[in-house]
């Protein structure tokens, strides 16, 4: 009993702050004391500043020979592009509208790793767990946008709404791609910044997952619940149980334990990235649909997440 109880107060420990960030962001929104100005800009800040500053500070803090795991890397992005061919051979058969058949792929299959995994991989393994999971998100930033494009060209190609050429531009010009590439040279070789441009990227960094997590909260919008339909209840449930409990068990097999599985398990089981509805909106797909699916994972992956790493804990893997 006392294994379950200490189990428990672990998994509050690592879920609980971060959601309830994402609470207050919300509240703060309902009582007007935050706006959609704020959450515009505080979002765009994040984006643009204080979270690449965040992933470039924790790789070029790193021993890249000591974190770098290419077999790891290699399970994310097959097991990623299988899900994603999954997703889309099961859903053609039962979604007629092209608009929805995209946002529903992207919705089930993309993880906001960028934030959350990133909040709840600090809190469960510190600086370790951040400088792997930045590592991570190097692949699967550029992974989820292709892959996101592809899955939503099909109504992009009837409304004339998408181009190619365009979208990759801007995967190729993603802060978080640009801040990897700089700090990689760092984390290979060990390079030191100077005292005073560290000092300065922490002081971004450390601004960017309360700042991130209260943009969050603060762009949920409970009353679409009423409108939510199948298709977001079963991207969901793919996303959030599915998709994590069959992969995190193919990794187990493989032979991936402690630290390496529990970082797995978090970039399959984060909710869908908020990131999906501008893309989704922007390529002439059904952007209701998309804000659903995020609203739900985002709400429903409080309790996944949490039982996810109960059992990895009363296991004794991490």
Same mark, same amino acid.
């Given at each position: 009993?006392?294994?379950?109880?200490?189990? &428990?107060?672990?998994?509050?420990?690592?879920?609980?702050?971060?959601?309830?960030?994402?609470?207050?962001?919300?509240? &703060?929104?309902? +009582?007007?004391?935050?706006?959609?100005?704020?959450?515009?800009?505080?979002?765009?800040?994040?984006?643009?500043?204080?979270?690449?500053?965040?992933?470039?500070?924790?790789?070029?803090?790193?021993?890249?020979?000591?974190?770098?795991?290419?077999?790891?890397?290699?399970?994310?992005? +097959?097991?990623?592009?299988?899900?994603?061919?999954?997703?889309?051979?099961?859903?053609?058969?039962?979604?007629?509208?092209?608009?929805?058949?995209?946002?529903?792929? $992207?919705?089930?299959? #993309?993880?906001?790793?960028?934030?959350?995994?990133?909040?709840?991989?600090?809190?469960?393994?510190?600086?370790?767990?951040?400088?792997?999971?930045?590592?991570?998100?190097?692949?699967?930033?550029?992974?989820?946008?292709?892959?996101?494009?592809?899955?939503?060209?099909?109504?992009? $190609?009837?409304?004339?709404?998408?181009?190619?050429?365009?979208?990759?531009?801007?995967?190729?010009?993603?802060?978080?791609?640009?801040?990897?590439?700089?700090?990689?040279?760092?984390?290979?070789?060990?390079?030191?910044?100077?005292?005073?441009?560290?000092?300065?990227?922490?002081?971004?960094?450390?601004?960017?997952?309360?700042?991130? &997590?209260?943009?969050?909260?603060?762009?949920?919008?409970?009353?679409?619940?009423?409108?939510?339909?199948?298709?977001?209840?079963?991207?969901?449930?793919?996303?959030?149980?599915?998709?994590?409990? +069959?992969?995190?068990?193919?990794?187990?097999?493989?032979?991936?334990?402690?630290?390496?599985?529990?970082?797995?398990?978090?970039?399959?089981?984060?909710?869908?990235?908020?990131?999906?509805?501008?893309?989704?909106?922007?390529?002439?797909?059904?952007?209701?649909?998309?804000?659903?699916?995020?609203?739900?994972?985002?709400?429903?992956?409080?309790?996944?997440?949490?039982?996810?790493?109960?059992? &990895? #804990?009363?296991?004794?893997?991490?």
């Amino acid at each position: 009993m006392e294994l379950y109880l200490h189990s &428990l107060s672990f998994t509050a420990n690592i879920v609980a702050p971060i959601f309830f960030i994402v609470f207050l962001g919300y509240l &703060l929104k309902r +009582i007007k004391l935050i706006d959609e100005a704020f959450i515009g800009t505080a979002s765009k800040l994040v984006f643009v500043i204080t979270l690449p500053a965040l992933v470039f500070m924790s790789i070029s803090r790193t021993d890249f020979h000591a974190v770098f795991n290419p077999e790891q890397l290699s399970f994310v992005l +097959i097991g990623t592009l299988i899900s994603f061919v999954f997703l889309w051979a099961g859903a053609k058969f039962w979604i007629t509208k092209p608009e929805d058949l995209g946002v529903f792929i $992207q919705g089930a299959f #993309r993880s906001n790793y960028g934030i959350i995994g990133l909040a709840v991989s600090y809190n469960l393994f510190s600086d370790s767990g951040l400088a792997q999971a930045s590592l991570l998100l190097a692949l699967v930033i550029p992974l989820f946008n292709v892959l996101s494009i592809i899955a939503l060209t099909i109504p992009a $190609q009837q409304s004339g709404a998408s181009s190619w050429g365009k979208t990759t531009l801007e995967v190729i010009k993603n802060p978080l791609i640009i801040a990897v590439l700089l700090a990689l040279p760092f984390s290979y070789f060990g390079f030191q910044l100077p005292e005073i441009a560290q000092k300065t990227g922490r002081y971004f960094a450390n601004l960017t997952l309360p700042l991130a &997590l209260l943009a969050i909260g603060g762009s949920l919008n409970l009353a679409s619940l009423r409108n939510t339909s199948a298709q977001a209840s079963w991207a969901t449930a793919c996303k959030l149980v599915l998709i994590p409990f +069959i992969l995190t068990i193919a990794a187990w097999v493989y032979g991936f334990r402690g630290q390496d599985l529990a970082m797995l398990m978090v970039l399959f089981g984060c909710p869908t990235a908020a990131a999906s509805f501008v893309m989704a909106k922007g390529m002439g797909g059904n952007a209701e649909l998309a804000a659903n699916i995020i609203l739900m994972t985002t709400l429903g992956s409080v309790i996944t997440l949490s039982a996810g790493i109960y059992l &990895l #804990r009363v296991s004794a893997i991490i």
